[in-house]
């Protein structure tokens, strides 16, 4: 019978690692086994690709060393990856260490964890001094964590998250955890005059301070303080953020099998939500929380409130879908698709309304290939459509403006308000009349359009550009030419657009061709909100006006003689609030036009 | 006391019935006005509600007294800065000259919305969408016609552009656009007695004596279409015409509409002026930016700065009575005022 190694004080710490796997593996296999078909036709068919080795590469990039997060903030990267890898090598070399000194294949994990307990006279050579080095770089991670706790001012984070009761338990299990070790290690020392540089000089110190006689009981308590602290931890993990650590993983190698987050939500954003981290980066780059509107709803907050089950509607409403937190995310959790399933989840009916309109609307004639969508906000904008009218006349195009006279939403609002099936009703008739006008290109001046023509839509055989990516290419192939060069224009790039569709070269391509370009101090995906955002469904116009005026602002700033931008909403909320003009992208191309 | 100098600011209707009432009272007033001529707003004005009377009339009475009396009047003069020093006021003006007086009247007026800020209506956009004040200078030239010169077959007016709307900054009512769609649809009637009228309105506020009757005069009589409901948008037609988007909120159900012309009743706004008194005088604004007079009752037109008297529509929208008699009663507190001084 193989040495099973057991001491009474391994009790609390073999206690916390069973309860941890068990509640996790379950956690973990039910929501996997409760995919959609869909989402578990991907993983089987990506799971034998070279997914699963940029997944492995990945978890270790980003679960251990925690790159994206040193590309956001330093001192927090130094806190994570302190903690993160160093904890882990502990974990493998402490394995190595009992390998090499018992020199059998079978050795139970407490052994590893506790193994200067089990074995005080081991001297394991350069292996101890590695153990002592990885034991200090996690101390400092833990006292920046302790200094984040206190001064968050530290790392230029104006807030940092505040905690449930779960996480104070874990946090406190935590920051004992090596502390904890550091003395039990350090007894050890003390008594049978091992260990390295550190433990081994505290050990020395220890030894001189304390009567012989009572190490012994100092040492033994100490280990049980150790083993205690670390069960504590890992039963408080499953209730706390720290579920992170381990859910992480699990989500990397789904995304990488291209499963994504859906609007009806599925386990797959349990699983999105238990790895959030509650860093805390999505709260200071949030408009709301910048402009001092709202400080508790932002994505960690709504995680958090809906893993805890106590989300409600009005901290769910309380967003832009800006878009901003989810690009600083370290995690790469999907924010705003998650935020939209739980506004779906939280409001059980939409009757209000049964959009039965949209069967009344008439299906217009196409007169060319190219159809022109203005949108709702086009409409209430129409400089922009007279704006392309002129432009295609110059160009000596025909565009078929086809909801002049009257059209249907995209459904992107009412996507976005959570009423996912008032949005499939605007989409089915909307493809409808693009597929069967034959148009072959599909241009608008509205991202919120654009967004959902690209994302949602399934238009076969149809181009479908932004009108800023149009004037570019028409530009581009001489077409459109002849323009003066006139003024200083700064570009405000549309939260839809830019971060929404990555489109941020085409906007810019036109405007250096009729102007000189100054770029604010956020630009492209660090762009700022204009504030009048459709997703928000709380705000008052006081406060968009607020998270407006700061976005202008900013714009100004430049010395700008014109704030160009290319959304009709983001003109509407600039202008009502800026000193300068603000026009769109192709009325400053039409009034430069010979 | 000798000087019983007073300075006006602003040259419309109550800043001339303000010098006029001044003067009569044995006061030297010095009239300020930053246009070329005298009149104000009401230089553009055709006729007035209720009772059809030329505005010029009532602007040449005003002149001709302003002369009979020899006031002395400053023409293309704006304040660049005012100040209350010792008890006495010190007004400098843009021509390089300062004044000094025992007191002041604020008469600085309103400013007119301007309704290319409400883009969805088309305002510079479509030629065929005017606004009230293009609308009487047409009926001053008296030729109402669309951009093509035709005769319009239909117009339709939208009250409140600019007035009673957050979206612009603006949540008070301009008073007076409610009877002027009145005023001014029956006036296109008796141009045009074809011609289709329609008026979006939010509600109708016939406050004054006899607006109440001019809109029942309007429905019955002339026949024009009050619908209850805002324009939602307007885009042009191939011939020129507006076509409108709205709600009839009585019935309940969207409405399309093509008109030859759009008018829209443009409210009155605070000007960027009234700022500049607040903060060089220490007088107080009202969240709409309008200057606030002491109370609304009897010292409506004195402010909480000794020596400085408000009247007509700087403190808020007013129809041309309402600024006239609060520009009599603001000469008649500065009179006071003064004889306190001595």
């Known amino acids: 019978m193989a040495n099973l190694y057991f001491e009474p004080f391994i009790i609390p710490f073999i206690i916390g690692v ?64 302190s903690l993160a890898f160093g904890w882990f090598l502990l974990i493998v070399f402490g394995k190595i260490e009992a390998l090499l000194y018992l020199d059998s294949p079978v050795i139970p994990i407490y052994v590893d964890v506790f193994f200067r307990k089990y074995f005080p006279f081991a001297h394991v050579g350069a292996l101890g001094v590695i153990m002592d080095a990885l034991l200090l770089f996690v101390l400092s ?26 996480d104070k338990l874990a946090l406190s299990a935590l920051w004992c955890i090596f502390p904890l ?83 009806r939500a599925t386990t797959f954003t349990k699983l999105q939500r238990a790895a959030c981290s509650r860093c805390g980066i999505c709260i200071d780059p949030c408009p709301l929380s910048e402009n001092n509107i709202s400080c508790d709803t932002q994505s960690v907050y709504l995680l958090r409130d809906e893993r805890e089950g106590g989300a409600t509607i009005a901290k769910a409403d309380s967003c832009l879908l800006c878009g901003r937190c989810q690009r600083m995310c370290p995690v790469g959790i999907e924010l705003d698709t ?46 922009v459509g007279e704006s392309m009218k002129r432009i295609a006349d110059k160009c000596g195009l025909n565009i078929w403006f086809m909801d002049a006279e009257e ?122 909100c204009c504030g009048g955002s459709l997703a928000h469904l709380g705000l008052s116009l ?53 | 006391m000798a000087a019983k100098r007073v300075i006006v600011i602003g040259g419309g209707v109550s800043g001339m019935q303000a010098a006029i009432t001044l003067k009569k009272q044995g006061m030297t007033p010095l009239l300020i006005e930053k246009d070329i001529n005298l009149g104000g707003k009401l230089c553009r004005w055709d006729r007035l509600f209720p009772s059809q009377t ?21 023409l293309c003069c704006e304040v660049s800065e005012i100040a209350r020093n010792e008890g006495k006021i010190e007004v400098s003006t843009t021509d390089g000259n300062s004044y000094e007086a025992e007191a002041v009247i604020i008469a600085s007026g309103f400013d007119l919305f301007n309704a290319t800020r409400k883009e969805e209506y088309g305002y510079k956009i479509y030629p065929n969408v005017i606004t009230s004040v293009d609308l009487e200078e047409m009926f001053k030239e008296g030729r109402v016609v669309c951009a093509d010169g035709k005769a319009p077959r239909s117009v339709a007016f939208l009250h409140c552009v600019g007035s009673r709307d957050r979206q612009v900054g603006n949540c008070h009512c301009s008073r007076v656009c409610c009877i002027t769609g009145v005023k001014q649809a029956m006036e296109i009637k008796e141009l045009y007695p074809d011609c289709n009228v329609y008026n979006f309105y939010m509600d109708m506020r016939m406050f004054g004596s006899g607006y109440e009757e001019l809109y029942t005069k309007a429905q019955e009589k002339y026949r024009i279409n009050f619908i209850r409901g805002r324009i939602s948008e307007c885009s042009g037609t191939i011939d020129s015409g507006v076509r409108i988007k709205a709600e009839d909120t009585l019935a309940g159900r969207p409405l399309k509409l093509t008109v030859d012309m759009l008018v829209l009743l443009v409210g009155k706004q605070a000007p960027a002026l009234n700022a500049k008194f607040a903060s060089e005088l220490g007088i107080t604004v009202s969240p709409d930016g309008f200057l606030k007079g002491m109370d609304c009752f009897e010292n409506a037109t004195r402010t909480s700065v000794e020596g400085v008297f408000v009247a007509g529509t700087a403190t808020g929208p007013k129809n041309v009575g309402e600024s006239m008699s609060e520009a009599v009663k603001a000469a008649m507190d500065v009179s006071e005022y003064i004889n306190t001084l001595s």
């Open chain 2, 54 to 74: 030329p505005a010029k009339e009532v602007v040449e009475s005003l002149v001709g007294q302003i002369s009979e009396l020899g006031i002395r009047t400053l």
């Open chain 1, 407 to 528: 059209g249907v939403c995209c459904g992107r609002p009412q996507k976005m308000a959570g009423n996912i099936e008032a949005a499939d009703k605007m989409r089915e008739h909307n493809e409808e009349m693009f597929v069967e006008s034959g148009i072959d290109t599909l241009v608008t001046s509205c991202p919120i359009c654009l967004r959902t023509f690209k994302e949602d839509y399934q238009l076969k055989g149809i181009r479908i550009i932004h009108h800023s990516q149009f004037m570019a290419e028409l530009m581009e192939s001489g077409v459109l030419n002849g323009l003066d060069k006139r003024g200083t224009l700064t570009y405000h790039d549309p939260c839809e657009l830019g971060r929404g569709l990555g489109i941020y070269d085409e906007p810019r391509l036109v405007i250096d061709r009729i102007g000189t370009l100054v770029e604010p101090p956020r630009s492209k995906a660090d762009s700022l």
């Open chain 1, 542 to 594: 006081e406060e968009r006006n607020k998270i407006a005026a700061t976005t202008d602002r900013e714009l100004e700033s430049t010395g700008a003689e014109c704030i160009v931008t290319s959304c009709p909403m983001c003109k509407k909320s600039l202008e009502r609030n800026a000193k300068v003009r603000v026009i769109d992208i192709s009325e400053a191309v039409a009034e430069r036009m010979a």
């Open chain 1, 181 to 263: 070790r550091l003395l039990a290690e350090s007894f050890n020392s003390a008594i049978y005059d091992s260990g390295s540089f550190l433990t081994g000089s505290l050990g020395y110190l220890l030894a001189a301070i304390f009567p012989s006689k009572t190490l012994p009981y100092i040492n033994e308590t100490m280990w049980w303080c150790y083993s205690t602290a670390l069960g504590l931890f890992f039963i408080s993990v499953p209730i706390s953020r720290y579920l992170h650590i381990f859910a992480e993983i699990p989500l990397v190698f789904l995304r990488s099998f291209k499963v994504r987050a859906n609007v």
């Open chain 1, 141 to 166: 991670g833990l006292a920046a964590a302790v200094i984040k706790r206190f001064r968050p001012s530290m790392y230029g984070m104006k807030r940092a998250t505040t905690h449930t009761l779960g």
């Open chain 1, 18 to 81: 069973a309860v941890l796997f068990s509640v996790m593996w379950t956690k973990f296999i039910s929501w996997i086994s409760a995919l959609p078909k869909s989402d578990k036709r991907l993983i089987m068919k990506n799971i034998f690709s070279v997914a699963t080795f940029k997944a492995l590469w990945e978890a270790f990039r980003e679960c251990l060393l925690h790159l994206r997060i040193g590309r956001v903030n330093g001192r927090l990267w130094y806190m994570h990856t």
């Open chain 1, 338 to 383: 998650i935020r939209i399933s739980v506004r779906r989840n939280l409001r059980e009916k939409f009757d209000r309304f049964d959009y039965g309109y949209t069967s009344n609307i008439d299906m217009p004639l196409a007169n060319s290939k190219i159809g022109f969508f203005s949108g709702c906000m086009g409409r209430l904008t129409p400089s």
